[in-house]
């Protein structure tokens, strides 16, 4: 089962998606996280960000519906706290995912991942509809898509694969872009948009409506 994720080997294809394993370590008295092809960080930003008001998830007939709002330590303690965590526990291929409100902060936070030995791949969030004016901005226009991919992959040593949205109109068009800007991967795709409302009292179940 041994595959590559851009240039980078991995054992197997299994990866669980960013957001839904947390930091990974959390996970590790379930089974031996080594048996997975790589894991994925829970998004990360520049600054900590406590999230969402709850509830943040509802279940539906077609499956769960999120809007957690990045909710995260900041770079600087995901680095110096959480991957030792998870490398007490886990030796193989470790992806960042890596969210942003400017171009500055997708950089700065990328070249903090870049420098950690821990981390392999770097993973862009141009995706994420569930903050106000956060990085979904960056993923449903081509032109902006590729100003964040060509920034960050100059800013980098690492593989830089780009996560990108189905809430847009034409998902190609932003693939493309970020191709042509450098991207060395895309990821596809992040949560839908969609809305859960509660019979009894009419309203949303999901604090944040996106
Ligand atoms: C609880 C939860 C938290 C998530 N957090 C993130 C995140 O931090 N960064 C990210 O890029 N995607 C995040 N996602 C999106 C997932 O990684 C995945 O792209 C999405 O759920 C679509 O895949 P699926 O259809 O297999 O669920 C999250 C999803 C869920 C359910």
Do not use: W
Request: hydrophobic share 40%; with cysteine.
């Amino acid at each position: 089962m041994e595959t590559t994720l851009c240039g980078v080997t991995l054992p197997n294809p299994v990866m669980p998606a960013s957001g839904t394993f947390g930091f990974g370590y959390e996970m590790a008295r379930f089974y031996d996280l080594n048996q997975l092809g790589a894991i994925s960080l829970k998004g990360t930003t520049r600054e900590a960000r406590f999230g969402n008001p709850t509830p943040r998830i509802a279940e539906c007939r077609e499956g769960l519906l999120n809007a957690i709002g990045l909710q995260n330590p900041g770079v600087a303690r995901v680095i110096a706290e959480e991957i030792p965590k998870l490398r007490a526990v886990y030796g193989g291929v470790v992806l960042a995912n890596i969210s942003g409100f400017s171009l500055e902060e997708y950089v700065e936070t990328a070249r903090a991942f870049d420098a950690c030995d821990d981390v392999q791949l770097l993973e862009i969030n141009v995706s994420c509809p569930n903050v106000k004016h956060g990085g979904m901005a960056f993923g449903t226009c081509p032109e902006a898509a590729a100003e964040v991919t060509a920034a960050v992959k100059k800013a980098v040593r690492k593989p830089v694969i780009l996560k990108l949205s189905p809430n847009v109109t034409d998902i190609v068009a932003i693939a493309k872009a970020c191709e042509s800007a450098g991207a060395d991967g895309l990821c596809l795709i992040n949560t839908m948009l969609g809305m859960v409302i509660d019979p009894r009292t009419g309203r949303p179940i999901v604090s944040t409506k996106t």
